[in-house]
């Protein structure tokens, strides 16, 4: 194919591109049909994709290949075929069982095996995740180096181990009590009388609203810059650069 | 629409008009960049030629705004430090096809710089597609090759080979072997890497969305990872730390791009590396102005409408 006609075949998707972007924004004013054409489209689209893909890039390679085994264009055989492979095929059957009100404990088979392996994969991985944060929780709050208000990261590693200064103080000790407070406030096995601990509880709950509204606040400037690239596609990268063929 | 108010209509089109208009012009935007960012870029530098990376790409084209930015400055970096890497997803079908566009467009890039291109299977290659995520990860975690092993791509010749036999892979027989392991994603694989791979020791980073920021900034902070970048804003961090640099004075003598994080200066890296992030970031700002501005008349039409409703009652 002639380099004209694959940048024509480009500018046909792009512009198909832009019909979509409108179709599926055109919802934030009302329904439409317009929007329903382009939600049903965008939905067989992703179906039949990924329907492929999981052939091309996963199973086909992982399991077909493996099963059948590789014969290079030489008609050597690089891979020698493995029928137990095979086996796999029933077991992942089961799941569809489901839909049988006879056989449908045959479902929880497959489930099972995925259920034990996620479980495993939980019990190895729980001190990975959670034991460095543990003990990343436990900070000084007492400064030991009054002379800098900061220390920089590329410190000698033994310098930077030991020195505490006034600003990471001050950064630890908002950090242990937000993580201690916010503790507190999941104490529900009794009943909390005491003042003190009362209004513990209560900041706990105030700065659990903070971090709400911080991880709120990052979703809005998400959405905001996925309508950004959205506005840029159909802009410049449709109407500049494809149509009137500027920049 | 309520009576009274703004009409929707007028809304949608000062939206549209925000986040369209200050595209088209150069809002220089005052940047410091954060210290995950800082971090990131500190890593990626350190970086020598002939390292090898794993880099995850866990997108697609759904949050293209920040992902795509992402990746962009990652390869970018790689491809002029001539680092090699190996490509690979577990989060979604649609997630390598994200990733070998985006190879594509910097390729494109490089040639149209007059740059050599980055070849596959000499200096990249891609592993493909894992479903379920986080048994692919662990599985890449405890015996790659195993993992990756029955992956095949042509090599220079033409003749399909196991990605093993390329140059790329040629010192990987474990995940330590990778000098450094990159997600860029926007699902729940921070997790998985975190899980897996950190207990491996092997360098980690994350280039997350930025509703994932939060939630990333633990791994940081608990020195599970490297450095990551977030959003946007992290995409515009890194642009800027890669064209000046951080802590470089230019020729006025001043810095461009200032961190307290790291006492020396990091050298910015040849070429254009302004893009995506330059564009978007000062029309986020505008988008949000528009909104704290929304917000405002928002409260004060309800405050008015309660009143009016006191009056009348």
């Known amino acids: ?247 | 629409m309520k009576k009274g108010g703004i009409p929707k209509f007028v809304i949608y089109a000062l939206l549209i008009a925000c986040c369209s208009i200050p595209l088209f012009f150069k809002i220089p935007i005052p940047n410091k960049p954060s210290d995950p960012s800082v971090d990131f870029y500190k890593t990626l530098s350190a970086l020598k030629e002939g390292d090898v990376v794993l880099l995850g790409s866990d997108w697609t084209g759904s949050t293209r705004g920040e992902s795509k930015g992402h990746m962009k400055a990652i390869l970018r970096t790689l491809m002029r430090k001539n680092v090699k890497f190996v490509i690979w997803s577990s989060a979604d079908p649609q997630s390598p096809r994200a990733a070998l566009d985006v190879i594509a467009e910097v390729n494109a890039e490089r040639v149209a710089n007059k740059e050599e291109k980055f070849q596959r299977w000499t200096q990249w290659v891609s592993a493909g597609f894992y479903p379920n995520a986080d048994v692919a990860i662990n599985a890449v975690a405890q015996d790659v090759r195993t993992a990756f092993g029955s992956r095949r791509e042509n090599d220079t010749n033409g003749v399909q080979q196991q990605i093993f036999k390329s140059p790329v892979m040629q010192k990987i027989k474990s995940v330590t072997d990778f000098d450094l392991v990159i997600d860029v994603t926007a699902s729940k694989t921070t997790d998985f890497h975190v899980q897996f791979i950190s207990a491996k020791n092997v360098p980690l980073m994350f280039a997350v969305t930025g509703v994932m920021v939060p939630e990333t900034q633990v791994f940081y902070n608990s020195n599970q990872i490297k450095g990551f970048i977030g959003g946007l804003k992290g995409v515009f961090d890194m642009e800027q730390m890669m064209e000046k640099g951080i802590n470089v004075k230019d020729a006025n003598g001043k810095i461009a791009v200032a961190s307290d994080k790291i006492s020396g200066e990091i050298a910015p890296l040849p070429g254009v590396s302004v893009g995506q992030g330059t564009k978007y970031y000062p029309t986020l700002h505008v988008a949000l102005l528009l909104m704290i501005i929304m917000i405002g008349i928002g409260n004060y039409e309800m405050i008015s409408a309660r009143k009016r409703q006191k009056g009348n009652g």
């Open chain 1, 1 to 247: 194919m002639k380099p004209e006609q694959i940048e024509v075949y480009r500018t046909i998707a792009a512009g198909a591109g832009v019909l979509a972007t409108i179709g599926l924004l055109s919802v934030l004013y009302k329904e439409n049909k317009f929007y329903r054409v382009f939600e049903h489209i965008f939905l067989g689209l992703a179906a039949g994709w990924s329907a492929v893909a999981v052939w091309t890039e996963s199973l086909r390679e992982i399991w077909w290949d493996k099963l059948t085994g590789v014969v290079e264009t030489t008609g050597a055989v690089t891979e020698p075929g493995r029928w137990a492979y095979i086996l796999l095929v029933p077991i992942g059957a089961m799941g569809y069982m489901v839909f049988s009100r006879k056989h449908n404990w045959m479902a929880k088979i497959p489930m099972g095996i995925l259920l034990g392996i996620w479980s495993g994969l939980q019990i190895q991985s729980f001190w990975t995740v959670y034991g460095p944060q543990m003990k990343q929780g436990m900070l000084p709050i007492i400064p030991t180096s009054f002379d800098k208000f900061i220390v920089r990261s590329d410190a000698p590693p033994e310098l930077a181990a030991v020195t505490i200064t006034w600003s990471q103080a001050i950064s630890n000790f908002l950090f242990v009590f937000t993580l201690l407070s916010v503790l507190s406030y999941f104490l529900f096995s009794f009943e909390v009388k005491n003042r003190a601990l009362k209004n513990f509880n209560v900041a706990g709950r105030y700065l659990l609203m903070i971090g709400f509204g911080a991880i709120f606040g990052s979703t809005v400037m998400m959405r905001f810059s996925l309508v950004i690239d959205r506005m840029y596609f159909i802009w410049d990268e449709f109407l500049m650069k494809r149509i009137l063929h500027m920049g």
